[in-house]
């Protein structure tokens, strides 16, 4: 008598949040934004917000260091749905978004999105900071 013993082995996967970095300064949107520091191939900061939003899942966080974030994709930032975390690295007083007074910061379309200390200048407010076009 041949006896067939099966074995099932279960593979449990935990997913984990990822951490993307941003950095005006040093970043470039040609890295994948998972190195705080280039690593000198494709692992470094994001240079934009934006961008790094754009490889974010949910509840990942978006580190965003010191600096001043102006331009076409640090404004109207767009979370796509994505409920992720954006917050600067070192507190309200070294980062900002400058909307230039020509646009809104953020735009929360659908999810709810946590922000953390990131002020902005040149805007009239919340409602020159963010817009907000469904329930959240």
Same mark, same amino acid.
Not at 101 to 109: H, L, S, V
Not at 114 to 122: E, F, H, K
């Given at each position: 008598m041949i006896r067939t013993i099966v074995l099932f082995v279960a593979v449990v996967s935990v997913a984990t949040a990822d951490t993307i970095y941003v950095n005006d300064a040093m970043g470039n949107d040609a890295w994948d934004g998972r190195c705080e520091v280039w690593d000198g191939g494709t692992c470094g900061p994001k240079k934009t917000i934006q961008r790094a939003i754009f490889v974010v899942s949910n509840g990942d966080e978006i580190i965003v260091a010191d600096g001043a974030y102006t331009g076409e994709w640090n404004q109207n930032i767009?979370?796509? @749905?994505? #409920?992720? &975390?954006?917050?600067? #690295?070192?507190?309200? +007083? @070294?980062?900002?978004?400058?909307? +230039?007074? &020509? *646009?809104? #910061?953020?735009?929360?379309?659908? $999810? *709810? $999105? &946590?922000?953390?200390? *990131?002020?902005?200048? @040149? $805007? *009239? @407010? &919340?409602?020159g900071a963010t817009s907000l076009s469904s329930h959240i």
């Open positions: 767009d979370f796509g @749905g994505r #409920a992720s &975390i954006v917050r600067s #690295a070192n507190g309200l +007083e @070294g980062c900002v978004i400058n909307c +230039e007074g &020509i *646009a809104r #910061a953020f735009q929360f379309k659908s $999810t *709810a $999105t &946590i922000r953390q200390g *990131a002020s902005r200048p @040149g $805007t *009239a @407010g &919340i409602k």
